[in-house]
């Protein structure tokens, strides 16, 4: 029984990593383990679980149905770990997080020094991305999203709301003006962020109650927020802008902000998400709280409760 079980967290674990060499390291075993039980397993149950390649292994149709229960017991185990984690409140082992890419590089990565520091015990593991992950297949204990929808099936806990600006460089004004109005920005050169995920080419305002839409129309349009800031410093038009891409610009007077009595109004929350657990790790606890502290001054707002 314990060798079934112990072939059916490896197989789960294979999936997950779809490498043996990957598997092996997170399950702290030799990769000729993981193959032998692989096969071991295959042998007994009478079929191909794991197609391989010279360059990925993937699991088949009954090897993906057959890995769940091997995950369900992974999850057990965690929690049965978390729960005793809680009880000594002990943070400690592996602590696997997703930043947002531009977000992370500019206000988070540093200051996860101070985190691990009042934390010895902890190994931190950080991916920097901006897609939309899979927590539970991807195996992450938490997600620091910028998005405005937080996935279904999880916890995600607000910690700011990501405010923008509208900005130009004083070179840009003095050649093509400053508008006074968001229906001015019809007549200027917009810079305009758009990825696979969302895009921004109707730029909102509000002002004493009254909200107005705007059409971004511009010939520089890029799927990289930092790389907005860039453009709108080098003087290539106006931007729609995250305030915590905004370091020193204002200051340097690389930048200037317009239309100042105007609200540029996205609802564009930050949060850390979760699986839900019965019992939270300490170490993704710890996490979340440190990341609220970090976030509850400016550029951001104060942090709100749990949203489930």
């Keep these: 029984m314990l060798e079934n079980l112990q072939q059916m967290v490896i197989l789960a674990t294979v999936g997950h990593e779809q490498n043996f060499t990957r ?3 997170r399950l702290g075993i030799s990769k000729s383990q993981v193959s032998k039980q692989i096969r071991f397993l295959e042998e007994r149950l009478g079929c191909q679980l794991v197609q391989r ?3 990925a292994v993937a699991l088949t149709d009954i090897g993906l149905q057959y890995a769940e229960y091997g995950q369900q017991l992974v999850d057990t185990v965690n929690e049965a770990e978390a729960m ?4 000594r409140n002990e943070i400690k082992g592996v602590l696997r997080v997703g930043i947002a890419q531009s977000f992370g590089n500019i206000h988070i990565t540093a200051a996860l020094a101070e985190f691990q520091k009042a934390h010895p015990d902890l190994e931190l593991e950080v991916s920097l991305f901006d897609h939309r992950p899979n927590l539970l297949e991807e195996g992450f204990d938490c997600w620091v999203a910028i998005h405005e929808h937080p996935p279904e099936g999880m916890v995600a806990r607000k910690l700011a709301e990501c405010e923008f600006a509208v900005v130009a460089s004083p070179d840009y004004i ?3 003006g400053e508008p006074r109005t968001p229906s001015e920005l019809r007549r200027h050169n917009c810079i305009t962020y758009q990825s696979r995920e969302r895009q921004y080419i109707n730029w909102e305002f509000s002002r004493d109650g009254v909200n ?3 059409p971004a129309r511009g010939n520089y349009r890029i799927d990289n927020a930092p790389a907005v800031l860039d453009a709108a410093t080098a003087g290539l038009g106006i931007a729609y802008l995250a ?3 905004i370091t020193d610009e204002f200051d ?3 930048l200037v902000r317009l239309l100042p009595e105007w609200k540029a109004n996205v609802n564009l929350p930050i949060y850390a998400v979760y699986p839900r657990r019965k019992y939270l790790a300490p170490k993704v606890r710890s996490f979340i709280d440190f990341m609220a502290d970090r976030m509850s001054v400016f550029p951001y707002s104060k942090p709100n409760p749990i949203l489930s």
Excluded: D, F, M, P
């Design 23 to 25: 598997a092996a390291e």
């Design 84 to 87: 005793v984690a809680g009880y």
């Design 252 to 254: 340097t007077n690389k």
């Design 174 to 176: 003095a050649e093509h």
């Design 243 to 245: 305030t915590y891409l």
């Design 53 to 55: 390649s010279t360059r």
């Design 212 to 214: 107005q839409s705007v």
